[in-house]
């Protein structure tokens, strides 16, 4: 009796870390020219992209919140196509610490509010 040997599953080369983001990370560095599949459609990248860096998941507009780990992490300030680089070229951090975690050490307070 033969047995086959099993088939690895491809690893992508772009990893999502919440299914709400709009934003993927580069797990490799990738070039220009390089094929990613995003969402199941295959992109051709326009940009060289560090290990670690963005990749935006979707066409975003002036304005858009980048979500990454579902959380917000900042706006775009240019347009971005699906499969583009985001960085500091084109994306402002929304990250101001407003925020501490309450007495309970669980549950965020919003600093600024009036208590």
Known sequence: MSHATPLATPVSSLLLMSPEDNCMIARTALAS???VTIDG????????????HKVARRALAVGDKVLRYGALIGSITAPVAIGEH???HNLA???IPTFTLGQDGHHFLDKDAKQ
């Open 33 to 35: 020219g390089d094929i």
């Open 93 to 95: 951090s929304d990250y």
């Open 41 to 52: 459609v295959n992109i051709t990248l326009t940009q060289n992209i560090l290990i670690g």
């Open 86 to 88: 985001i960085h500091t």
